[in-house]
T-cell receptor, first 108, second 116 residues
Framework: SQQGEEDPQALSIQEGENATMNCSYK?????LQWYRQNSGRGLVHLIL?????REKHSGRLRVTLDTSKKSSSLLITASRAADTASYFC????????FGPGTRLSVLP | GAVVSQHPSWVICKSGTSVKIECRSL??????MFWYRQFPKQSLMLMAT?????????EQGVEKDKFLINHASLTLSTLTVTSAHPEDSSFYIC????????????FGPGTRLTVL
């Protein structure tokens, strides 16, 4: 198993700004997923990007994957207060192991 | 994506009792199921991996006699917390993975266990 590591661990921005979070991993992957978790709640799947993809969009979310650098980024555009949550990346190598997450706070 | 359900969504029990949590894959066959635990403000930590019909593989530091996992069918796995204590209070999340070539894994909504 391997762990994704998110960066930064905490991020505070104003509503309307963009938020960028990064994730790094150590070995080869088949896919990488980003999840959101509101405080005390379950995981919400945001987006999955496969190893042969470089960029993927879903609404205000944009995910990039650079397999040569073993890193991924999640961009949330035009952030809203409702985007306040913890964001995790998870990679696979037989099983998923989550990184510590980025706690995003969007201030109104 | 596929759907995984957990039951119950929350449970409160007395110290010393056992609690069973169910994890079901609703629209796919989960050949592998995973159980995670999450303490407040921390990330999810993998507890164990189970393949249908086989004994679960536990991560280091997880007591297999305390956290009993059964994966008797391709759509159901159960986690039983035996003789629960307050330190077992946590958020327990399961996930299921089918046999797709991309290893896609789908997570349940989690079960919040509070041991008094």
């Amino acid at each position: 198993s391997q762990q994704g590591e998110e960066d930064p661990q905490a991020l505070s921005i104003q509503e309307g700004e963009n938020a960028t979070m990064n994730c790094s991993y150590k070995t080869s992957i088949n896919n990488l997923q980003w999840y959101r978790q509101n405080s005390g709640r379950g995981l919400v799947h945001l987006i999955l990007i496969r190893s042969n993809e470089r960029e993927k969009h879903s609404g205000r979310l944009r995910v990039t994957l650079d397999t040569s650098k073993k890193s991924s980024s999640l961009l949330i555009t035009a952030s809203r207060a409702a985007d306040t949550a913890s964001y995790f990346c998870a990679t696979d190598e037989g099983d998923f192991v989550f990184g510590p997450g980025t706690r995003l706070s969007v201030l109104p | 994506g596929a759907v995984v359900s957990q039951h119950p969504s929350w449970v409160i029990c007395k110290s010393g009792t056992s609690v069973k949590i169910e994890c079901r894959s609703l629209d796919f066959q989960a050949t592998t199921m995973f159980w995670y635990r999450q303490f407040p403000k921390q990330s999810l930590m993998l507890m164990a991996t189970s393949n249908e019909g086989s004994k679960a593989t536990y991560e280091q530091g997880v007591e297999k006699d305390k956290f009993l996992i059964n994966h008797a069918s391709l759509t159901l796995s159960t986690l039983t917390v035996t003789s629960a204590h307050p330190e077992d209070s946590s958020f327990y999340i399961c996930s299921g993975r089918g046999q797709g070539i991309y290893n896609e894994q789908f997570f349940g909504p989690g079960t919040r266990l509070t041991v008094l």
